[in-house]
């Protein structure tokens, strides 16, 4: 039976620039307008920065994209922080009455993303009571250093471990396929959070349950430790 939720931040939780950011710092590398949502998902969402770099530039046909890799993560994290410093960052109101409707049932929830970004982006957005995001989650293990990163389980196995739950209790909300990859590796359930018409790819990737919103998971089966929603 479930009885512990791990959250991916952006995408799930937070309407944030990270997709905006590597477009725009692809200039002199590749015409931004090339990288769309589908090679975000694809190639760079839920990966440790480095690697999400260096596989946007190869599925862009950019030659040398090993060399270019580290510029050009370190061009998208400075324009990110720009971003992140003039606000265009925005909770998705579906998220934030789901970890409610979560933590009212009593458990353990964790923020489990890869990028070293999302702990502050979480601080940022503000719930009742004087609360954070942030402060909602008993573990938050976003950013940290890892010997892999997802479709490797290894951040999911840390919050689990962190939280005192099996893995085999938890479930991962997570919107990008190699993320619902690393939850099914670690032998976790996993919903697909379909926000970006990519149903398809998050259930061929073996989520347990796709939505486009999380007020579609169905609370009174979950406090029953299952997964229901609608079926897309």
Request: proline share 4%.
């Amino acid at each position: 039976m479930l009885a512990a939720a791990i959250f991916d931040v952006d995408g799930v939780l937070l309407a944030s620039p990270h997709e905006r950011a590597w477009r725009e710092a692809l200039v002199g590398l590749a015409e931004p307008d090339r990288f769309t949502t589908a090679i975000y998902q694809a190639h760079v969402a839920g990966k440790l920065r480095l690697d999400g770099a260096r596989s946007a530039l190869e599925a862009l046909g950019v030659s040398n994209a090993d060399r270019h890799a580290v510029a050009y993560a370190e061009r998208k994290q400075a324009r990110l922080e720009e971003l992140i410093r003039t606000g265009a960052v925005a909770a998705f109101p579906d998220a934030l009455r789901f970890v409610e409707a979560v933590a009212a049932l009593g458990w353990p929830m964790a923020a489990a993303s890869s990028s070293r970004n999302a702990t502050a982006m979480m601080r940022a957005i503000p719930l009742r009571a004087g609360r954070s995001l942030l402060d909602i989650f008993r573990v938050n293990v976003s950013g940290r250093d890892l010997t892999h990163g997802k479709p490797d389980p290894e951040l999911f196995l840390i919050a689990a471990r962190e939280m005192g739950v099996a893995p085999a209790q938890c479930f991962v909300a997570e919107d990008a396929p190699a993320g619902i990859e690393a939850a099914r590796a670690g032998g976790m359930a996993a919903i697909g959070v379909a926000r970006l018409g990519d149903a398809e790819m998050l259930r061929a990737a073996r989520a347990d349950l796709v939505v486009t919103s999380l007020d579609d998971v169905v609370i009174t089966e979950l406090a029953l430790g299952r997964l229901v929603g609608p079926t897309l």
